[in-house]
């Protein structure tokens, strides 16, 4: 075979591979939710304080493509926590409240990584991994912490949230999707005080957000794996 012919169907293979991928990737776009998310088992009682359900802006559901979220608001002799949880089946659905929030006006101030510790009823091993932001609009602040959740931990990171989201869709285990978990609260008494709040909280949900990928898989579902290779990759 002459080098010309060789780049030809080198060239070729390329062709293939590459319908095949953008094929696969349409395919688990338009696939259906595998899994039903069981977010009004969260307790609208945390710690010492209490919660409402808020109703779900309608416009903001279909922009962001969920197929589940549900808002509610937690208060306590110290401050207020909302809590935002969201679900999609599909890696198109992961939006970055880093870019959520200056879109709104939100001057984000300070971003940084970080850890919590994992609760005991955790179906995961490890820390939550997640974001913590200070933000600011006109002369109002606010605490923000949000962690991206996918069968097997969790990450800080919005890439690779969604590298997760669609490794699984095409490998391991369709229709599974993703959750993000999203607190917020007044920097009050202090900034410190009110990030340790929205730990107790994110280590509190966390179990409820995620739990449904854990339970007995329904028929047609496959079970929840987690990726060794993905994960020695992972921070």
Request: glycine share 8%; proline share 7%; net charge negative.
């Amino acid at each position: 075979m002459s080098a010309i012919t060789r780049r030809y169907v080198a060239a070729l293979v390329a062709m293939v591979v590459t319908a095949a991928a953008v094929e696969g990737i349409h395919t688990i776009s338009e696939a259906p939710a595998a899994y039903e998310p069981r977010f009004e088992q969260l307790s609208l009682g945390i710690a010492d304080y209490k919660g409402e359900e808020l109703e779900v802006d309608e416009s903001i559901f279909h922009f962001l493509g969920a197929d589940a979220m549900i808002e509610r608001l937690y208060s306590g002799a110290d401050g207020w926590v909302s809590v935002t949880l969201i679900y999609g089946a599909h890696w198109r659905n992961v939006h970055s409240p880093t870019g959520c929030y200056p879109a709104q006006g939100w001057l984000i101030v300070t971003d940084e990584p970080i850890e919590v510790p994992g609760p005991a009823n955790s179906p995961t091993e490890g820390p939550i991994q997640a974001r913590l932001l200070r933000v600011t609009k006109n002369e109002e602040q606010r605490l923000a912490m949000f962690a991206f959740c996918h069968p097997g931990g969790t990450t800080s990171d919005w890439t690779w949230q969604a590298v997760k989201v669609m490794f699984g869709q095409l490998f391991t285990q369709r229709g599974a999707g993703g959750v993000i978990i999203i607190l917020n609260t007044a920097p009050t008494p202090s900034p410190a005080a009110g990030a340790e709040r929205m730990k107790q909280f994110l280590a509190e949900i966390y179990p409820y957000a995620v739990g449904f990928w854990y339970e007995e898989p329904a028929t047609g579902r496959s079970e929840v794996r987690h990726d060794p290779v993905l994960s020695t990759m992972e921070h």
